[in-house]
Protein backbone atom coordinates (compact mmCIF):
# COMPACT_ATOMS: atom_id res chain seq x y z
CA UNK A 1 0.00 0.00 0.00
CA UNK A 2 1.10 2.91 -1.05
CA UNK A 3 2.17 5.91 1.54
CA UNK A 4 -0.74 8.58 0.48
CA UNK A 5 -2.91 6.10 1.18
CA UNK A 6 -2.21 4.98 4.66
CA UNK A 7 -1.88 8.58 5.69
CA UNK A 8 -5.81 8.97 3.94
CA UNK A 9 -7.17 6.04 5.15
CA UNK A 10 -5.57 7.42 8.88
CA UNK A 11 -6.74 10.57 8.65
CA UNK A 12 -10.08 9.00 8.00
CA UNK A 13 -10.15 7.18 10.74
CA UNK A 14 -8.94 9.75 12.98
CA UNK A 15 -12.17 11.84 11.86
CA UNK A 16 -14.47 9.69 12.47
CA UNK A 17 -13.34 8.83 15.96
CA UNK A 18 -13.76 12.29 16.38
CA UNK A 19 -16.91 12.37 14.86
CA UNK A 20 -18.04 9.42 17.42
CA UNK A 21 -16.95 10.81 20.30
CA UNK A 22 -18.29 14.79 19.72
CA UNK A 23 -21.74 12.60 19.26
CA UNK A 24 -21.05 10.40 22.04
CA UNK A 25 -20.59 13.60 24.15
CA UNK A 26 -23.52 15.40 22.73
CA UNK A 27 -25.56 12.22 23.16
CA UNK A 28 -24.57 12.07 26.83
CA UNK A 29 -25.14 16.14 27.49
CA UNK A 30 -28.88 15.50 26.09
CA UNK A 31 -29.23 12.21 27.88
CA UNK A 32 -28.41 14.08 31.41
CA UNK A 33 -30.39 17.09 30.68
CA UNK A 34 -33.34 14.78 29.85
CA UNK A 35 -32.70 12.96 33.06
CA UNK A 36 -32.63 16.33 34.70
CA UNK A 37 -35.85 17.22 33.38
CA UNK A 38 -37.60 14.00 34.34
CA UNK A 39 -36.07 14.28 37.93
CA UNK A 40 -37.72 18.16 37.77
CA UNK A 41 -40.93 16.66 36.67
CA UNK A 42 -41.08 13.57 39.20
CA UNK A 43 -40.43 16.44 41.95
CA UNK A 44 -43.01 18.38 41.29
CA UNK A 45 -45.30 15.71 41.30
CA UNK A 46 -44.57 14.37 44.57
CA UNK A 47 -44.93 18.26 45.84
CA UNK A 48 -47.98 18.23 48.57
CA UNK A 49 -50.37 21.08 47.30
CA UNK A 50 -50.24 23.74 49.89
CA UNK A 51 -52.61 23.05 52.40
CA UNK A 52 -56.31 24.84 51.71
CA UNK A 53 -57.56 27.28 54.32
CA UNK A 54 -60.04 26.27 56.64
CA UNK A 55 -63.25 27.83 55.95
CA UNK A 56 -65.56 27.60 58.65
CA UNK A 57 -68.07 25.39 58.77
CA UNK A 58 -71.74 27.17 59.25
CA UNK A 59 -72.69 27.21 62.81
CA UNK A 60 -76.83 26.32 62.67
CA UNK A 61 -78.50 27.58 66.03
CA UNK A 62 -81.40 26.47 67.66
CA UNK A 63 -83.62 29.01 68.23
CA UNK A 64 -86.35 28.12 71.10
CA UNK A 65 -89.25 30.40 71.72
CA UNK A 66 -90.93 29.59 75.24
CA UNK A 67 -94.40 30.47 74.57
CA UNK A 68 -96.37 30.88 78.23
CA UNK A 69 -99.06 28.47 79.14
CA UNK A 70 -102.58 30.20 79.37
CA UNK A 71 -103.74 30.55 83.29
CA UNK A 72 -106.67 28.86 83.09
CA UNK A 73 -109.55 30.54 84.04
CA UNK A 74 -112.44 29.76 85.93
CA UNK A 75 -115.51 28.91 83.47
CA UNK A 76 -117.69 31.56 83.18
CA UNK A 77 -120.44 31.26 85.00
CA UNK A 78 -124.22 30.41 82.78
CA UNK A 79 -126.47 33.38 83.22
CA UNK A 80 -129.94 32.07 84.24
CA UNK A 81 -132.38 31.61 81.97
CA UNK A 82 -135.36 33.58 81.83
CA UNK A 83 -138.51 32.16 80.79
CA UNK A 84 -139.15 32.49 77.47
CA UNK A 85 -141.94 34.74 76.01
CA UNK A 86 -145.52 33.82 75.42
CA UNK A 87 -146.83 33.71 71.79
CA UNK A 88 -147.33 37.16 71.09
CA UNK A 89 -150.73 37.81 69.33
CA UNK A 90 -150.60 39.47 66.12
CA UNK A 91 -152.70 42.75 66.08
CA UNK A 92 -156.00 42.30 64.62
CA UNK A 93 -156.87 43.91 61.50
CA UNK A 94 -158.83 46.99 61.46
CA UNK A 95 -162.47 46.28 60.31
CA UNK A 96 -163.40 48.11 57.12
CA UNK A 97 -166.25 49.36 59.01
CA UNK A 98 -164.07 51.21 61.35
CA UNK A 99 -161.72 52.82 58.76
CA UNK A 100 -164.65 54.47 56.91
CA UNK A 101 -166.02 55.48 60.49
CA UNK A 102 -162.83 57.08 61.15
CA UNK A 103 -162.24 58.93 58.43
CA UNK A 104 -165.98 60.08 57.70
CA UNK A 105 -165.37 61.72 61.18
CA UNK A 106 -161.91 63.02 60.47
CA UNK A 107 -163.15 64.91 56.85
CA UNK A 108 -166.47 65.78 58.56
CA UNK A 109 -164.76 67.87 61.24
CA UNK A 110 -162.27 69.16 59.09
CA UNK A 111 -162.23 73.21 57.81
CA UNK A 112 -162.61 73.77 54.00
CA UNK A 113 -160.10 75.46 52.34
CA UNK A 114 -162.16 77.50 49.90
CA UNK A 115 -159.95 78.34 47.34
CA UNK A 116 -158.11 75.32 47.16
CA UNK A 117 -161.49 73.41 47.32
CA UNK A 118 -162.74 75.02 44.22
CA UNK A 119 -160.08 74.21 41.95
CA UNK A 120 -159.73 70.28 43.42
CA UNK A 121 -163.34 69.78 42.58
CA UNK A 122 -163.04 70.51 39.31
CA UNK A 123 -160.11 68.78 38.86
CA UNK A 124 -161.98 65.53 40.22
CA UNK A 125 -164.90 66.03 38.96
CA UNK A 126 -163.61 66.03 35.06
CA UNK A 127 -161.36 62.82 35.78
CA UNK A 128 -163.17 60.84 37.10
CA UNK A 129 -166.13 61.16 34.61
CA UNK A 130 -163.52 60.90 31.83
CA UNK A 131 -162.63 57.61 34.16
CA UNK A 132 -166.48 56.01 34.26
CA UNK A 133 -166.81 52.52 32.98
CA UNK A 134 -170.25 51.96 31.36
CA UNK A 135 -173.17 51.55 33.84
CA UNK A 136 -171.61 53.99 36.31
CA UNK A 137 -171.85 57.46 37.28
CA UNK A 138 -170.73 60.26 39.80
CA UNK A 139 -172.82 61.19 42.78
CA UNK A 140 -170.58 63.60 44.40
CA UNK A 141 -166.70 65.37 45.04
CA UNK A 142 -166.52 67.20 47.65
CA UNK A 143 -163.37 68.55 48.92
CA UNK A 144 -161.91 70.53 52.46
CA UNK A 145 -158.48 71.58 53.67
CA UNK A 146 -156.24 68.32 53.18
CA UNK A 147 -158.92 65.63 51.61
CA UNK A 148 -161.69 65.29 48.72
CA UNK A 149 -164.64 62.83 48.85
CA UNK A 150 -166.11 61.36 45.82
CA UNK A 151 -168.66 59.29 45.69
CA UNK A 152 -169.43 57.16 42.15
CA UNK A 153 -172.01 54.11 41.98
CA UNK A 154 -171.34 51.29 39.50
CA UNK A 155 -173.32 48.29 37.83
CA UNK A 156 -171.53 45.32 39.46
CA UNK A 157 -168.23 44.74 41.62
CA UNK A 158 -166.14 43.96 38.41
CA UNK A 159 -167.20 48.00 37.24
CA UNK A 160 -166.35 49.25 40.34
CA UNK A 161 -162.94 47.55 40.60
CA UNK A 162 -162.29 48.75 36.83
CA UNK A 163 -163.21 52.26 37.56
CA UNK A 164 -160.52 52.45 40.84
CA UNK A 165 -157.81 51.18 38.39
CA UNK A 166 -158.34 53.63 36.05
CA UNK A 167 -158.61 56.63 37.86
CA UNK A 168 -156.49 56.03 40.28
CA UNK A 169 -154.02 53.53 39.39
CA UNK A 170 -153.21 53.59 35.42
CA UNK A 171 -150.27 56.05 34.52
CA UNK A 172 -151.52 58.73 31.69
CA UNK A 173 -154.86 58.60 33.18
CA UNK A 174 -154.80 59.25 36.89
CA UNK A 175 -157.26 61.58 38.25
CA UNK A 176 -155.12 62.88 41.03
CA UNK A 177 -151.63 62.97 42.00
CA UNK A 178 -151.93 62.35 45.97
CA UNK A 179 -152.31 59.29 47.73
CA UNK A 180 -156.53 57.60 47.67
CA UNK A 181 -158.38 55.55 49.63
CA UNK A 182 -161.16 53.50 48.06
CA UNK A 183 -163.90 51.88 50.27
CA UNK A 184 -166.91 49.78 49.39
CA UNK A 185 -170.11 51.63 51.11
CA UNK A 186 -173.51 50.77 51.43
CA UNK A 187 -174.82 49.55 48.09
CA UNK A 188 -177.74 51.61 47.19
CA UNK A 189 -181.57 50.98 47.02
CA UNK A 190 -181.67 49.11 43.59
CA UNK A 191 -178.72 46.97 44.51
CA UNK A 192 -175.86 48.89 42.77
CA UNK A 193 -172.53 49.59 44.15
CA UNK A 194 -171.17 52.62 45.90
CA UNK A 195 -167.39 53.13 45.91
CA UNK A 196 -166.06 56.13 48.49
CA UNK A 197 -162.86 57.68 47.44
CA UNK A 198 -160.71 60.21 49.50
CA UNK A 199 -158.10 61.61 47.71
CA UNK A 200 -155.28 63.17 49.66
CA UNK A 201 -154.00 67.03 48.84
CA UNK A 202 -150.77 67.12 46.86
CA UNK A 203 -148.05 67.50 49.09
CA UNK A 204 -149.47 65.90 51.99
CA UNK A 205 -150.92 62.13 52.90
CA UNK A 206 -153.30 60.88 54.62
CA UNK A 207 -153.98 59.34 58.35
CA UNK A 208 -152.91 56.48 57.70
CA UNK A 209 -151.70 55.80 60.91
CA UNK A 210 -154.87 56.85 62.75
CA UNK A 211 -157.13 54.90 60.44
CA UNK A 212 -155.69 52.15 60.91
CA UNK A 213 -154.75 51.82 64.70
CA UNK A 214 -155.67 49.17 66.75
CA UNK A 215 -159.48 49.45 67.84
CA UNK A 216 -160.07 50.27 71.50
CA UNK A 217 -161.86 47.48 73.53
CA UNK A 218 -163.86 49.87 75.27
CA UNK A 219 -164.86 52.40 72.63
CA UNK A 220 -164.93 49.88 69.84
CA UNK A 221 -163.37 52.75 67.70
Known sequence: ???????????????????????????????????????????????????????????????????????????????????????????????????????????GTEPPDTAWARDAEHTAEGGVRAALPDHSLLRSVECRASMCRIETEHGDPERSQTFVRTAFMTPGRQVWNGGFLSMRSEDSADGKVVMVTYLARQGMELPMNELLAPVDGSSGR
Not at 12 to 23: M, P, R, T
Not at 74 to 94: I, K
Request: glycine share 2%; charged share 20%.
Open 1 to 107: MKTWHVLVVGTLAGAWLIASFVQQQHAHEAFQALSTRVELLATERREVPPPREDVPTPVVREVRVEVPAKTPTAPTPVAEQQPLPGPVSAPRPVPVEVVSERIEERF
